[in-house]
């Protein structure tokens, strides 16, 4: 009842004290407050840190769930970490926020991989997991490690690589005045013929005023198509002559990313637990031009180059991404290529809650994927990636583990085989050779393709993203 008591002590007369009376009452049935929403979006402080190691008295997460939950995908996704590492770009995300130097950070996903193939049970593992590495749980948005974590899958779309009466609506490739970190991807602006940078125009400004007419990469059959595949950040395509070809991120403009499911559920023109894919593509289908006035509010304009598809669906950091194994979190204040353990929950394909406790590899990003309080998880290729995707929206936490410095140098990364590295290399240039198009650089490092919830839309439980991840 702070606040309703007389500081000074002075007598009330007995009209006053009445009044007094009624406002010790008010006070004291007053409803409590509503607490706020939740802010999952709040950035850090100023030299504030993502992650927190679990102090020696502090207990582990259960590791059992997770090693339960052990498959050929997680081992897919390990052996594509080892693999960034051994790329000599990676060093250029080390060290990385207090928490890890490359050396760490590369031996730990080596160590992690043995480490899983020389367990017997759940006791040896999480044996040798708490001697040989350190346990960091995130922050999350609150302080107390809360990640809403959403969900992100590749579309395939029926696609041209040239304008026809049935395809008409393009995507870009990466035009040369876009400006963005070498080393993170992330976009910096338009450069100018002067060297200096400015902001991009509005995505409506761009569409409308043939500013990348040329640059064309690949045409679909509505706005929304290609939209879809802008926000999402890589399609497999087919072709009208049966052919495949695949795209993948290239870059972005600097614009504010906002989610279209966002924007229609703010615009009171969907309700939030109805948000679908296929509910935007029947209102599309009935009003055309209010949906595409809330996709003009998104001015992150997305470019794109196509690739081999044997490296299809990558993540940001060049790898290919791999279902229910492949995370994306903000690389500005997560380390890249992490092993990380999510603690959430996931929805069926019949709707139901199932816990979903699995150890994941952090390897991408996405353009609304910001702040200590995100994250998602990437659900697959196609329709029943979709469905899932779609579902994904809960909270829970995470913890990413690292070794400890002293055990770095037993788990050194395997060399490379030359051959396979050769071969790969004559392919890729054979394919740049060959290609229509500008292929992905790899100076350009991460790329951030823009997954969203809903089909690649956002909706305003997916903090307007995804990624637009």
Known sequence: MQGCINPNGIRFSLIAGLAAVTLL??????????????????????????LRKLGPDEAWPDLTDAWRQRDAFLSQAIAQDISWFQAPSSKNRFPSFDVCTWDVASSSAVAFQQVLADSKDIASFTGAMKQMFD????????????????????????????????FQYPIYKRPADLATDPNTGEPMGRRMAD???????SRAEIEKSGMLAGTELAWFKTPLDAYIVQVNGSAKLTLPDGKTAFIGYAGATDGEYVGLGDSLVKEGLIKE?????SAVRKMWESDPTKIQDLINRNNRFIFFSTYDGNNWPAGCLGVRVTEKSSLATDKSIYPAGGLVMVDTQTAGFDGKKRPFRRFMLDQ???????????????????????????GQYFEGTMYYFYLK????????????????????????????KTAPVTTREAAQGPGSPETVRMGGLGATKADGSNPTH
């Open 25 to 50: 009452q008010a006070c004291e049935t007053a409803p409590e407050p509503v607490a706020p929403a939740p802010d999952y979006g709040r950035a850090l402080g100023p030299g504030e840190s993502a």
């Open 135 to 166: 346990c960091w749980q995130t922050k999350g948005w609150n302080g107390k490690g809360t990640v809403l974590f959403t969900g992100y899958y590749a579309p395939e779309f029926k696609a041209s690589l040239t304008k026809t009466s049935e």
């Open 273 to 277: 637990d109805e948000l679908t894919l």
């Open 405 to 432: 410095p002293e055990y770095a140098s037993q788990y050194p990364l395997p060399e490379k085989p030359k051959a396979a590295g050769a071969k790969a290399a004559a392919k890729t240039a054979a394919s740049v």
């Open 195 to 201: 060297g200096s940078l400015s902001k991009w125009p």
């Open 364 to 390: 991408d990003a996405g353009g609304a994927i910001r702040a200590p309080g995100r994250a998602d998880i990437f659900m697959g290729i196609g329709p029943g990636a979709e469905i899932l995707a779609g």
